[in-house]
């Protein structure tokens, strides 16, 4: 039973970790290509983690449906016999799906013996 408390700490830990990674390196670029724009995309994001029956954690990541959008590449329209050539704008794909490779490295890599007798300490001195 402690090994099941220590490992949902553990990916706790982590998923907070890269969540609050995905929340500042997204935000970042979102800052320095979408100075456009209002500032909704960035600040109404939201990330949650959770534990569930049946697993040791859940990161939730909801955003605005058009910031996927953005991120699409756009086909170019002939205008007067010109192409012309919207931009992109790549904010999403890129944060999340590398964000959720690192997750997914992270929790196969660096669970390891110190690092349990680290978090079994932790939670002994929080509740001892």
Do not use: C
Not at 47 to 71: N, P, V, W
Request: proline letters at 2%.
């Amino acid at each position: 039973m402690e090994g099941v408390i220590i490992k949902k700490a553990f990916v706790q830990k982590i998923l907070k970790e890269e969540s609050l990674r995905l929340e500042r390196n997204q935000g970042l670029e979102m800052r320095k290509l979408l100075h456009f724009h209002t500032g909704i995309l960035e600040r109404e994001r939201d990330f949650k983690i959770s534990t569930e029956s049946g697993m040791d954690g859940q990161l939730r990541f909801k955003h605005k449906a058009y910031q996927r959008f953005l991120d699409l590449r756009k086909n170019p329209k002939i205008k007067n016999g010109r192409r012309i050539r919207k931009r992109n704008y790549p904010i999403h794909n890129r944060f999340v799906f590398g964000h959720y490779y690192v997750i997914a490295n992270r929790l196969m890599v660096e669970f390891t013996n110190e690092v349990r007798d680290g978090i079994k300490r932790e939670i002994e001195n929080n509740h001892g």
